[in-house]
């Protein structure tokens, strides 16, 4: 066990090795190599891991979010467009804590937070880091162009939003304070 901890620190880096660990995901590397995210699996809310294999053929939706944020009503949108594209669409939100400490609570807080206030039904990951030394190996993959082949982007803070195509292609990322359902979105969804 040792050695392959030894391995993953140095093949994908600490915080992927951290990530890889904490969460008893061993496909780390291979998802990182592949050009689509249906590659990656990640602990979701609830403990149950979220395949993203499963959501081919949908548009996916992936937002870093948080509770104590000016942004946060996004949830609102977020769930709306949930609703009316989920044919097509899986929105995928991952709590993080990267921005002036906005995400404090332990995962089941969070969940119980997103039902109560926002009645929030899409797929919610277990709260990462998306900036940083311990960068989680999908927002690794997101922000980084020689992993998802289409640009480099910055985590800018709080429920930034990058959506993929149908065969897990990144199609583009947008600023935080983009409304979930501005046109820009609705015109990739239709």
């Known amino acids: 066990m040792l050695i392959i901890i030894v391995l993953a620190v140095v093949a994908i880096g600490a915080g992927a090795a951290y990530y ?11 998802a990182l190599k592949s050009n689509s995210i249906h590659s990656f699996s990640v602990k979701g809310l609830d403990g149950d891991m979220i395949d993203f294999a499963e959501f081919k053929d949908k548009k996916i939706l992936v937002v870093n979010t948080a509770s104590k944020c000016g942004l946060t009503p996004q949830y609102e949108g977020l769930e709306r467009l949930y609703k009316r594209f989920r044919d097509k669409l899986v929105i995928i939100g991952f709590p993080s804590n990267d921005f002036l400490h906005q995400e404090p609570g332990k995962n089941e807080e969070i969940a119980a937070f997103c039902q109560r206030n926002y009645g929030v039904t899409f797929p919610m990951g277990a709260k990462v880091d998306v900036k940083g030394k311990q960068q989680a190996p999908i927002y690794q993959w997101l922000t980084n162009r020689s992993l998802n082949g289409v640009e480099s982007s910055s985590v800018l803070w709080n429920f930034q939003k990058y959506l993929l195509d149908e065969n897990g292609k990144l199609l583009r990322h947008f600023s935080p304070k983009t409304d979930p359902e501005d046109m820009e979105i609705l015109k990739l969804l239709n």
Do not use: H
């Not at 890889?20 to 291979?30: A, E, I």
């Open 20 to 30: 890889l660990l904490s969460n008893g995901n061993v496909k780390v590397d291979d």
